[in-house]
């Protein structure tokens, strides 16, 4: 199982319009495509930011998964509709690849 840790920091005043998309237009598209989101927090040390954790069963199918979402017609219609009046609400994002030790509680 491959998992990664994603950080979304948002344009300045976009914060809850970029959580409100990701909430109700990203997310089915990822469940759609099998991007699996297994949790979501607000970060309690970046107040424009947060972050989610999503996995996949092998490092193919995650490559399958994310290039499929930046080709998907529903996502780029969502982002360019949600752009509309403030412009780009993501700022940045970054991952980090995790895989579980042999010795983890949930492996």
């Not at 920091?9 to 959580?19: I, P, S, V």
């Not at 099998?34 to 995650?62: M, Q």
Request: hydrophobic share 35%.
């Amino acid at each position: 199982m491959i998992y990664e840790i994603k950080t979304y920091r948002a344009t300045e005043g976009n914060f809850d319009a970029l959580k409100k998309r990701f909430a109700e237009k990203t997310m089915p598209i990822f469940s759609r495509l099998g991007i699996e989101v297994t949790h979501c927090w607000d970060n309690l040390e970046e107040s424009d930011t947060f972050n989610y954790l999503v996995r996949f069963p092998s490092k193919e199918a995650e490559k399958a998964a994310w290039e499929a979402f930046g080709k998907d017609e529903e996502w780029k219609a969502v982002k360019a509709e949600s752009e509309k009046v403030s412009g780009p609400l993501l700022a940045s994002q970054s991952t980090i690849y995790l895989s579980a030790t042999d010795f983890s509680p949930n492996a």
